[in-house]
Structure formats: structure tokens, C-alpha cells
């Protein structure tokens, strides 16, 4: 059953009149926090918080505001962790995740993982915890993975990591020749650009249609990147592989423009794997409803090799293009821009030089 059908359907369970009834969460038994023997994380507590239960009809609507504290328990810093929160297997609504990425745990350290997020389990359904918290994923500095990766986070997560690694080094880059006042004004400028991107958002209106209506499709070439497009379509992309290596995933973005003229990047579901040699070509398929708009261009967002590499746009060449402007900057830039702001330059100063 797809997502869309799911989120349709919780929210037209969530508008049922009344007859609705709140219930407890017992934080012994509502809960299961089940990890692997071998995890190299550990748990160390939870806490559930204002988390609670409410039926309506058939259904009870789980609202998790929990944490759960882990440690790190191997021999490896880690860089990111991610968690399946399942309420029901096969119910609609009934699983969802966690991630926290642009982290920097060292051995025996530990940390927090919030989960707010809302489920939806049959009050019929059989007996036992109400959910269950498992990891899917454990991301290390080396790149290297542990977990059952059910949700692909292994790519996701090394894409965050090798982004954050790019981020950083760039604001490295900037400290050393430029100084304190240089990092300062290049994060007021982040800061400037995240604002403006808001804004932009809030004015573009983006909306799905019944049939397509594009009129137009175009694609951008990103410097550097390891697979070129050659021509946009109503269906997709069609790209050619230009590295020496295999690639099996593909993830494309889209810029839109509204009919007066404003631009902003549409988030899509993820690209299928494919399987492209090198110097193979291939279609990669436009995924998502149809828009509104009258012109789309794509572009190629990330790529992951065969052997789980990735390859993600450098801060240069995001700089002479217009993704610079309209893409969502990496959790770890969000993060550092966050540490500026709060706590000064000094702050984001020792972080920088931290790792």
C-alpha cells in the first residue's frame, strides 16, 4: 500500500468525530527498545515523556514524544544513527523512523535520540508492547555501516556524513585564510541564504495536479558530477555514466518555476537503484505526482557507487550554479550555522577545529 494512501487514511481517521479516549502509555510495557547483541551501541535509558494513546473507532493513534539514550559502545566515533519505530507491521501509518545525523560520538560516549512522531495501530491488533524501537542503522567516521539497513539508511546517512565532511572542510578552508572575521561573514551569509530560501518556499506555490501539466522540462549539468544528462522528459532524465565505476543509485532533484517566475527545488520520492555501467546510459524516471507548473528542469542531487561510496556536489560547484540558492543546506551546515548563532564565533570556532 503506497505512503500517500497511508497518510490519507490516518488523516481521515484522525478526523472521526468524538468517542475518542485517551490511555496512559506504561512506560514497562508500552515500549520495547529491542537492539541487536552485537550492536555497538548500547541502551542506557528512554523515557516517553508526554507521549500518549488516544481510540477513535478502530484505531488507536499513538503521539511519541520519547527519547532514547544510547552509548557508544564499540571502538569507532559515530557520525550518525538511525531507528525503525514500529507500531504495526502491516498497518497503515503503522511504522515510521528516526535519524540524527552530523553527530560526533566517541567511544563510551552518550547521546540522545528524540522520536516524535505520530503512529497508527488496530486496537485489535495482538497483544505486547504498543512499539517497538529498532536500529536500522549505525553510520561510523570511516563511512563504514553496521545494521539491517531495511530503510536504506546506509545511503542516506553517508550521504549526510560525506556532506558534512565537505561543509566542514570548506569552513576549515575559510577559517585558515581569512580568520575569525571571514568565517563570521561567510555564516551570516548562510544564515542570509537559509532565510532567503524560506522565503522563497513560502511564495513558490508548487501544487500536484490530477494530469500533467509541464510545459516545458530542461536539465542542468552539475560540474564534476560522475553521471551527465542528456535530455529531460516527461517520464525522466535520461543520464549517461562518465565515471570509470559502476553506479546503482541515482537520486535526481527538480527546480520548478511557478507562473511568476519563482524557482525552488521539489522534493521527490527517492530514484530507483539502478544498474549503469560505465559509459552506459540510461532513463532515471521522474518519481512523484504530476505539477502544476510551467517549466521543470532536473538535475542529478547524489550518486552511490557500487561499492557504497558517494559522490554529492562540492561546495564550488554548488557555488556557480543556481542549486546554491534554492537547495536545502546539509543538516551538518544547518547545525554549524546553529552553533554561530547561539553561542558566537568562538563556539563555532573550537567546533570546526573539534574533529
Known amino acids: 500500500m503506497s505512503s500517500t494512501w497511508n497518510r ?3 488523516a481521515l481517521i484522525l478526523c472521526l ?52 539514550t544510547l552509548r557508544n559502545a564499540g571502538f569507532r566515533r559515530v557520525r550518525g544513527v538511525t531507528l525503525l519505530i514500529t507500531a504495526q507491521e502491516s498497518a497503515p501509518g503503522g511504522k515510521g523512523s528516526v535519524a540524527r545525523p552530523s553527530i ?41 555501516f553496521f545494521g539491517p539497513n531495511k530503510l536504506n539508511s546506509q545511503r542516506a546517512m553517508t550521504v549526510w556524513e560525506t556532506e558534512a565532511q565537505r561543509d566542514r572542510a570548506y569552513y576549515r578552508r575559510i577559517l585558515q585564510a581569512k580568520g575569525e572575521k571571514g568565517l563570521r561573514e561567510e555564516m551570516l551569509a548562510a544564515l542570509t541564504r537559509q532565510a532567503d530560501r524560506q522565503k522563497l518556499e513560502s511564495a513558490t506555490n508548487v501544487t500536484p495536479s490530477p ?44 527546480i520548478a518555476r511557478d507562473g511568476e517566475g519563482h524557482e525552488v527545488a521539489v522534493l521527490t520520492p527517492p ?3 539502478v544498474a549503469l555501467a560505465p559509459g552506459q546510459k540510461s532513463r532515471v524516471p521522474r518519481a512523484g505526482k504530476p505539477l502544476d507548473v510551467p517549466r521543470l528542469t532536473g538535475f542529478v542531487k547524489q550518486v552511490e557507487f557500487n561499492d557504497g561510496k558517494v559522490w554529492v556536489p562540492t561546495r564550488e560547484d554548488l557555488s556557480a550554479s543556481p542549486l546554491f540558492r534554492i537547495l536545502a543546506p ?7 550555522a546553529d552553533v554561530y548563532n547561539k553561542k558566537g564565533i568562538q563556539a563555532l570556532m573550537a567546533d570546526l577545529n573539534r574533529y
Open 8 to 10: 490519507f487514511l490516518l
Open 17 to 68: 468525530p468524538a468517542m475518542a479516549q485517551d490511555i496512559a502509555l506504561d512506560p514497562n510495557t508500552s515500549v520495547k527498545i529491542d537492539l541487536p547483541a552485537d550492536s555497538p551501541l548500547t541502551l542506557i535509558s528512554s523515557t516517553l515523556g508526554e507521549s500518549r494513546a488516544t481510540t477513535r473507532g478502530g484505531a488507536l493513534i499513538l503521539d511519541l514524544h520519547m527519547s532514547v
Open 104 to 144: 560526533d560520538v566517541t567511544p563510551g560516549q552518550e547521546f540522545t535520540v528524540p522520536v516524535e512522531l505520530r503512529l497508527l495501530r488496530p486496537i485489535q491488533a495482538a497483544g505486547g508492547p504498543l512499539v517497538k524501537v529498532q536500529l536500522d542503522g549505525v553510520l561510523f567516521d570511516d563511512l563504514s
Open 211 to 254: 494530469t500533467e501539466h509541464v510545459a516545458q522540462y530542461a536539465y542542468l549539468a552539475v560540474p564534476h558530477s560522475p553521471v551527465e544528462p542528456t535530455e529531460a522528459t516527461a517520464s525522466g532524465l535520461d543520464v549517461i555514466n562518465r565515471s570509470g565505476r559502476p553506479i546503482r543509485h541515482i537520486e535526481l532533484g527538480w
Open 271 to 273: 530514484t530507483a537503484s
Open 330 to 336: 546539509s543538516p551538518e551546515e544547518q547545525r554549524l
